[in-house]
């Protein structure tokens, strides 16, 4: 299965190789038609399973996509979005309303790069930074926010 780095998860890997210090998930991009490829996946019509390892994987409740959990007791989790190329464009099925959910030039994804994160090699869009600055805006990399600063302010003057 062709999986990337995708979001918040990319954007964490580019600034300290790790997850941001502020999110909870992981978000992994994989291209739609690998989802056969996947016996987890593909068994995943209802409910869900959860293998040798005790990871649960199941179809998420919000959307058109996968979700592991860590386990049964702990909900970390791994997102995993499933993409399609339509006219070179990857786009897909369930849109979230985060700024950086959008379609992106299917380019991005040929070839796809190793890249540090968690004390792994995964692997990323090529030119990541134009990749991130298409999703989030221009210097995101250098320019870390809290995504609501206005959630985070302490004075209500």
Known sequence: VRYWLEGGTLLGAARHQDIIPWDYDVDLG???EDVP???????LDSGSLVDANGYVWE??????FYRVQF????HLHVDL???????????????MEHKQDV???E?????LVPMQFAGITAYAPNNYRSFLELKFG???IENPQYPNPAKKRLDRS
Not at 37 to 43: A, E, I, T, V
Not at 59 to 64: C, K, M, N, Q, S
Not at 107 to 111: T, W
């Open 37 to 43: 490829n996947c016996d987890y996946l593909k068994n």
């Open 103 to 105: 379609e992106f030039p």
């Open 71 to 74: 386990s049964e007791a702990n």
């Open 59 to 64: 179809r998420a409740v919000e959307g058109d």
């Open 30 to 32: 994989i291209y739609l």
């Open 138 to 140: 221009e210097g995101v």
């Open 107 to 111: 380019h991005f994804l040929h070839p």
């Open 81 to 95: 979005w499933p993409f399609y190329p339509r006219n070179g464009i990857m786009t897909k099925d369930t849109w």
